[in-house]
DNA sequence: ATGGTGGTTAGACCA
């Protein structure tokens, strides 16, 4: 059997829950990583989620603002919580999924998005969002030589590639897509030694536009598609002859009352 | 150059 993996910034997974049983119920998606849930533990709708098809749970929210999940069909365990830049944020979340063969690890993470003035100086979000990067970089770099087989998804709030955006020369000054957060990202991806395969990317050519976020504020996002790949799908090297497909559902984006980010998913063959 | 929308939650704050 498959192992199904997605990645969807929900904005609101109390506003989505019926979009989220929807989106599981159409896809099979087998773990669904969640970002910016917007609700305390103590709120989360387990019980729906569970009726939906995830009874595996593993969360880490707060009031109003930002939060992690991770759902699944079958067992999680080695649930951690990281507090990078030693903020109780709600940002980064794992786990492992028990498969026929061993564990593979899933991460949900959700980088700050950085405010509006890409001046770091000026700018404490965007310092902050720096530092998150930095500080995450060499943890990452573990996790990409790990023996085991690792997942990491989330709203990366970065878009790499010059066909990551609609316009390049409009966006080379907004942040999402300077130079200075292009340059960690692709560090980060490249690793120390072993690094990590784009999984949208291997299916999506790089010099073919590709987004997973619309802004709200456009009358017909479809028809001015002025979007962004902000949310990602990496594996690491012990997974990636596993990995058979990787796609953008953006019609989740065409949905009455959508998130502005549409879920990615990716399909492994883990024996 | 500006403002456009949406979620949380009750006036901003965040995206």
Sequence with gaps: MPLTVATWNVNSVRKRLDQ????????????LCLQETKVINDLFPVDALTEAGFPYQAIA?????NGVAILSRRPLTEVRVEPWCGRDDCRHIHAQVET??????VHSLYVPAGGDDPDAEANPKFAHKLAFLDELAPFLAGRAASDIPVVLTGDLNIAPLETDVWSHERLKRVITHTPVERDRLKAMMAGEGAGWTDALRRFVPPDEKVFTWWSYRAADWRAADKGRRLDHIWVNGALAPMLSFAAV????RDWTEPSDHAPV????EVP
């Excluded at 026929?100 to 690890?105: L, R, S």
């Design 20 to 31: 989220v049983a929807r989106f599981a119920r159409e896809t099979a998606i087998d773990v």
């Design 61 to 65: 929210g707060m009031k109003g603002y």
């Design 100 to 105: 026929g063969t061993g564990p593979v690890e």
């Design 249 to 252: 559902h953006d019609e989740v």
């Design 265 to 268: 998913r990716a399909v492994f």
